[in-house]
C-alpha cells in the first residue's frame, strides 16, 4: 500500500514532464525540445543576395559592423530597423551591394554565436532536468522503504513526501513549464535573422 | 439603336478592365497554432478579416460558388463549414478522425478525406454530411487530389511512400506507385495528362503518367549553399497552361519554380522561414505561400516570377485557398 502511494506520487511527479517536455525521438538524448535540433543558420537559407565569402570579411568594414552588431542586439526594434538601414544605404557608396552584404554576414555570425550559446544551455537544462527526474524517483523510493519498515499509515507517507519531494516537483514543474518557451529561442533568433536579412534585400 | 447601346456597354466594359488590372479575390489561410483563418484580399494584399475556428485547422477548400469555406479542425477531428459573407461556423462535418488534407470534387460534392490516424481516405457527401465509402490506404494518408474528368482519386501516404490510384465511382484500390520518401501533395495538371507528387524527406517531385501508373520525370532540387536535408518539397502548383510548376521547399524557405514541359528547374525565389503551401489566384497572377515559421503569406507576381510582397497572418499558417470568384 505504502509503496504504491509513494509509486502514485512519483509517477504523478514525472508526469507533469511528459505532456510539456515532448523529448526529441531521435538518439541525441540532451535535447527535450520537439522541435528538432538543427545547426547554425546557414546564410543560403535567408539569403539570395550576393555570396558573403566573395565580398570579403564583414569586420573590416567597420561602419558595417557598427550597423550589424546594432541590428542583431535585441534592443533594437525591427520597426526601427528599416530607417538604420536606409541611413547606412545612402551613405553607402559604389559598393553598396557589398557593404550591405557586410551588414548581413555580420548580423548572422553574431546571431548564430548567441543561438550556439542559446542550444548549449538548452542541453544543460535538460541534463538538469533528468538529474532531477532521477532525484524525484529515488525520494519516493526512498519514502516507500521507510514506510514500508515504519509500518505508517498512507496520510503520514502524504506528510513525509511534503519535505524534499514537494521541493523538487514543485523546480521541476516549473521548468517544464518554461520549456516551450526556450525552445521556442532558436526559432525566435532565425526569425530575427531572416526579418533582418529580407530588410537588407530590399535595398540590393 | 440596340446594337449602338450593347456596343457601348462592351466599350464600357473594357475600359473598367483595363482600369482594374486584376479582379479582387479573398484568400484564405488556415494558422495551425492560432486556431483561426485569416482572410486576404488579393487587391489591398492585406488581411482584411481574422475567423475562430477549431483547433489546430490545416487544409482548407473553398465551394465551387465560392459561398462555403471547407476547413480540417484536425485536433477536433472535424471539417468546419464556414459561410465566407458572415464569417460564421455553419456545421461541422462528419470527417473521420483527425482529417488533415482533402480534395472537393469540382460539383461541390463529395468531399475525399484523408484520415491520417486511420490509414483511410473518407467520402463523404457534403449535403447530407453522411460517409459515402471509406477506402482502406497506406499508413498516414496526406494528399488527396481527383482527376479533372472526376474518375480517380489519388492519395498519397506518407509512411508507405506511395501515390494511391482509387476508382472515384467504385472507390476500389486500382493500383499504387511507389515514389521517394513522405509523399505529401498530390496535383493534376488541368489536362489530367500528368500527375504531381511531392515527396518531403526524399527532396524530389515524381512526375506521374496517371493513365500508364509509371513515372515520367523525377525532378531533384540544388540550392547553392544548402544541404539536401534542407530542402522538402511540399506544397505543388501549376498554371492551367501546364507550362509553369511552382514547388515549396519548406526548410529551404524557398519556391522552386519549373518548367512543366522540359522539367527544369528556373528559378527559387526566396519567401518566408518554412513555406508548406501555395495557391494562384483563378486569374494566375498572383501565388501566395504559406510560410510556417515567420508567420507570414508572401505574395509572387507569376508574370514577372518575384516576390511582391510579405503579409503578416496568425500563428504558423499552413493551409491556403483562393476565392473563385
Known sequence: MVRLVAFGLCAALLGFAAPTAGWAADDDTDWPCPQQRTGAISAAAVWSGPDIAKTGRWDDDEEAAVLARKLASRRTP?????????????????????????????????????????????????????????????????????????????AQTLDLAKTDLKWDRRIFDERAHALSYVCETPTLLERRVFEIARKIQERL | MRGVTISALLIGCAVCCAACPAAAYQVYVTNEKGNSVSVIDT?????????????????????????ELYICASDDNGI??????????????????????????PSGNPLYIANEDDSQVTVLDVEKNQIVARVPVGVEPEGMALSPDGNVLVNTSEVTSMAHFIDAHTFKLIDSVLVDRRPRVA????????????????????????????????IKFDVPGLTRQEIQPVGVRLTSDGKTAFIALGPANRVAVVDAQTFEVKKYLLVGLRVWHLALTPDEK????????????????????????????GLAPLGVVSSPN
Do not use: C
Request: glycine residues 8%.
Open chain 2, 43 to 67: 487587391e489591398k494584399l492585406a488581411v482584411t478579416k481574422t475567423i475562430k475556428v477549431g483547433r489546430r485547422p490545416r487544409g482548407v477548400l473553398v465551394s465551387p460558388d465560392g459561398k
Open chain 2, 80 to 105: 468546419q463549414v464556414v459561410d465566407t459573407s458572415s464569417q460564421k461556423i455553419l456545421r461541422t462535418l462528419n470527417s473521420g478522425p483527425d482529417p488533415e488534407q482533402f480534395a472537393l470534387n
Open chain 2, 187 to 218: 496535383v493534376f495538371s488541368k489536362d489530367g495528362s500528368q500527375l504531381w507528387v511531392s515527396s518531403e524527406i526524399g527532396g524530389t517531385v515524381a512526375v506521374i503518367d496517371p493513365k500508364a501508373h509509371k513515372i515520367i520525370k523525377k
Open chain 1, 78 to 154: 525591427l520597426d526601427e530597423m528599416d530607417g538604420l538601414i536606409d541611413a547606412f544605404a545612402a551613405k553607402a557608396g559604389a559598393d553598396k551591394d557589398d557593404r550591405l552584404t557586410h551588414v548581413f554576414a555580420g548580423v548572422l555570425e553574431i546571431v548564430n554565436s548567441e543561438r550556439d550559446r542559446v542550444m548549449a544551455g538548452v542541453a544543460r537544462y535538460a541534463r538538469g532536468q533528468k538529474r532531477l527526474a532521477d532525484k524525484i524517483r529515488a525520494e519516493a523510493d526512498k519514502i516507500g522503504d521507510e514506510q514500508e519498515n515504519k509500518d505508517l499509515s498512507p
Open chain 2, 286 to 313: 498572383l501565388l501566395f505561400t504559406t510560410n510556417g515559421n515567420s508567420n507570414d503569406v508572401s505574395v509572387i507576381d507569376v508574370p514577372a516570377l518575384k516576390v511582391l510582397k510579405t503579409i503578416p497572418v
